[in-house]
């Protein structure tokens, strides 16, 4: 019945803008044959009559205002909750849609114009309908991207609020004339695509006196920091980690307003990749993981496909068929390798989760019809999937044949609630790690989904945030956290205390995705904005 009336009622507004450009047709074609006659015919007496009377018609069909562009979009949307056929066979589904047409949406912000070099910008869209009046509800199809002059994307995160307006946040390489495209339902918006302007920001350097050395250098033989907000929860700490915080040098990107003196060593020990469609080459690499048999896995995302190497960065294979039926690969943006040797990868845009043997055959999907946008997976202890679906803020938790287990969490800011959720990690207590994208946090649970602890609050400083994404924990319950924004990775014990960097100073990330730890004990991390992928020292 709800998908008659919503099919109606788009029909119903496209037939009648049918019908009124059918009639502009009929007279335009009228009076087209009624000129030619006129001016095939003999002068007459009347003839300055008929010219002021064609001329008066030929003027109003000029300036009638024939609506020409779509007053309706084609989403029609069914939103599976199979949970509910255990209450009734009427909550089978959802019909998901919207009003929101392109020529009358609009965007604002500081973003839309100008944005300075390696700082996150934001952009807000507000949806609305022909009339123009705000849309109230999400689910729009929107799509953004920044071109860089040479014409390559700079990808981003787009934010929806279910109210009608989205945000679109980005973080751009370099300096220069970019322009920005925002589409809604592969139109542009109002004013798309954008001109933009990135800068550089005013550095300010810090002159370091021999009290501020010394000073300094007690501070780095303290007790590290917490890193975690006033209402973080907290537990105890793990025996012996602290000493972490004075074996290796923390990154230069840790403190970006002062200048170093002396420069030390990276921790890098080789990267691999360039933008491309080769072998070895990636576009907007996401997920990464490590096997126990020394393979390397890149969730080429751009590329569609996953590609393969060992621990010393030899390319080994690939697979992936760009698609959205079963097998295929529409977005994935999330890889994990099961105990069985099974690769399993989130595909975002088609909403669901691929498994794959270890040569790269089809075997199953599970989660189709109960994600909304899966971005990060990770298995248990237990061999059951776990999967960070990104647009429903909510964490799942799956046998490997397909059946829920469990599920929790909700957008928000609370607790227990996410918002733009990334990736997950396990640890040796089968707690889950998960990466909270937009609350600047990082929070772990048990497979329950009670909170267990949560650190982490928005800035630059040691245990803070600017966006986490990627997610590892080592041995000894070390969690390895990728920061975004801040580009740089951080490691905190067991319970949340901020302990080290690792060092990334010579070769800079820009925008770091998935990490993971390899099987010989290095870190691995996507550096999406570089496309390519890095591995570096980590002393545990």
Request: hydrophobic share 35%.
């Amino acid at each position: 019945m709800e998908l008659e009336v919503t099919c109606g009622l788009k029909q119903k507004v496209l037939q009648a803008q049918i019908d009124s450009l059918s009639r502009g047709e009929g007279d335009i074609t009228a009076l087209c044959s009624q000129m030619e006659e006129t001016l095939a015919g003999e002068a007459c007496v009347a003839s300055l009559q008929v010219e002021q009377e064609l001329g008066e018609r030929l003027s109003g069909l000029v300036h009638h205002d024939f609506p020409c562009q779509p007053e309706e979009n084609d989403q029609l949307d069914l939103v599976m909750e199979t949970d509910g056929l255990r209450k009734s066979i009427h909550n089978l589904g959802t019909i998901v849609t919207t009003s929101a047409v392109a020529s009358q949406s609009e965007a604002m912000g500081a973003g839309l114009q100008q944005c300075i070099v390696g700082h996150p910008a934001s952009v807000t869209i507000v949806t609305r309908d022909k009339s123009g009046g705000a849309c109230k509800s999400g689910n729009a199809i929107l799509s953004a991207e920044v071109f860089t002059p040479d014409g390559s994307i700079v990808d981003g995160e787009i934010v929806d609020h279910k109210n009608g307006t989205y945000d679109f946040v980005y973080m751009v390489p370099k300096e220069g004339n970019f322009s920005l495209a925002l589409r809604l339902y592969d139109q542009h918006i109002k004013g798309s695509p954008f001109k933009l302007t990135v800068s550089r920001a005013m550095e300010v350097e810090v002159e370091v006196s021999p009290s501020t050395t010394t000073a300094t250098n007690s501070a780095a033989n303290a007790t590290p920091s917490t890193g975690s907000s006033d209402g973080a929860k907290r537990r105890g700490k793990s025996p012996g980690q602290k000493k972490k915080g004075s074996k290796r040098a923390s990154s230069a990107l840790g403190t970006p307003r002062r200048k170093t003196q002396n420069p030390i060593e990276d921790d890098l020990i080789f990267r691999i990749g360039t933008k491309g469609r080769n072998k070895g080459e990636f576009t907007n690499l996401q997920g990464v993981a490590a096997s126990s048999n020394g393979k390397i896995l890149i969730a080429d995302s751009n590329n569609q496909c996953v590609q393969i190497f060992s621990t010393e960065g030899e390319f080994k294979s690939r697979f992936g068929v760009r698609g959205r039926s079963p097998g295929q690969l529409q977005r994935p943006t999330g890889v994990a390798v099961h105990p069985s040797g099974d690769i399993i990868i989130a595909d975002y845009d088609n909403k669901w989760v691929s498994i794959f043997s270890s040569e790269g055959k089809f075997k199953a999907k599970l989660g189709s019809g109960r994600l909304m946008g899966p971005k990060g997976v990770s298995v248990d202890q237990n061999g059951h999937v776990i999967v960070v679906d990104n647009k429903a803020c909510t964490v799942f938790i799956f046998q490997l044949t397909g059946k829920l287990i469990s599920k929790f969490g909700s957008r928000g800011n609370g607790d227990k609630q996410f918002a733009g959720p990334h990736f997950a990690a396990v640890n040796k207590n089968n707690e889950i790690i998960v990466t909270d994208f937009h609350n600047h946090s990082v929070k772990v649970f048990t497979p329950e989904g009670e909170l267990v602890l949560k650190f982490g609050s928005n800035g630059e400083g040691n245990g803070q945030f600017n966006a986490p994404t990627g997610v590892a924990v080592d041995v000894n319950g070390n969690i390895i956290v990728a920061d975004w924004g801040n580009s740089r990775i951080q490691v905190f014990d067991g319970s949340g205390s901020f302990l080290s960097y690792i060092n990334t100073s010579a070769d800079p990330l820009y925008g770091p995705q998935g990490l993971a730890l390899t099987s010989d004990g290095h870190v691995v991390v996507a550096d999406s904005g570089n496309h390519c992928f890095k591995v570096y020292r980590y002393l545990q």
